[in-house]
């Protein structure tokens, strides 16, 4: 116990913080470094996961009614007014019960971070997005697009896992099923799809 007491002297804490996240500002040092509270980083990860199964489900839907003549162009459409509505829905979300809880209308820091956690359903689909324009300037065939943007979904689930976990204070075995898990649950999606098809 004496050497817990010497390690918080020796950095200056009463006490030990289990995560303490922190974002660069600019290169120039301790001063320009925002601690990110541990709700905002929640409501950041949350949203990215609403976003990326949001995303893939979407894709899941309409990989059975796309034909070969289906225009690429109207599936880039309703994968943006899917997540677009998902986005909205968040968004609104959170202000009303903001609304409710402070009896205030989010300002300043508060809407920022709204923003910042609701932003995360659309950076989910922003890669897919990107695979489906491709197809609809030519560079891929729609199918193999769609295809393409579910494995993306898949694997960005597995990241998204990986960072919820990595500083974590969970087993290795345990943070390994939590990202199988997820990543698992993508891949149930698209298995799915596979046998319906």
Known sequence: MAEMG????????????????????SGAGEA??????????????RERVYG??????TLAVLVRY?????????RVLDVAVATGGLWAASLLADW???LGAHHSAPRGRAA????????QIVEAAVLPLLVLIAAAVGLLSLSNAMWIAMWILVVELGVIALL???????RWWQKLFTITGLVGVGVLVVCIKILAH
């Open 164 to 170: 919820a976990v990595r500083m974590a204070q969970l």
């Open 66 to 74: 796309t034909a070969p003549d289906t225009s690429p162009w109207s």
């Open 96 to 98: 009303v019960a903001h």
């Open 6 to 25: 010497l390690v918080q002297r020796l950095l200056g804490q009463d006490g030990f913080e289990p995560i303490r996240l922190v974002t660069e500002v």
């Open 52 to 57: 990326a199964m949001t995303c893939l489900a």
């Open 32 to 45: 320009n470094r925002e601690e990110i509270p541990v709700e905002q980083v929640v409501a950041l990860l």
């Open 112 to 119: 920022l971070r709204m923003l910042q956690a609701s932003g």
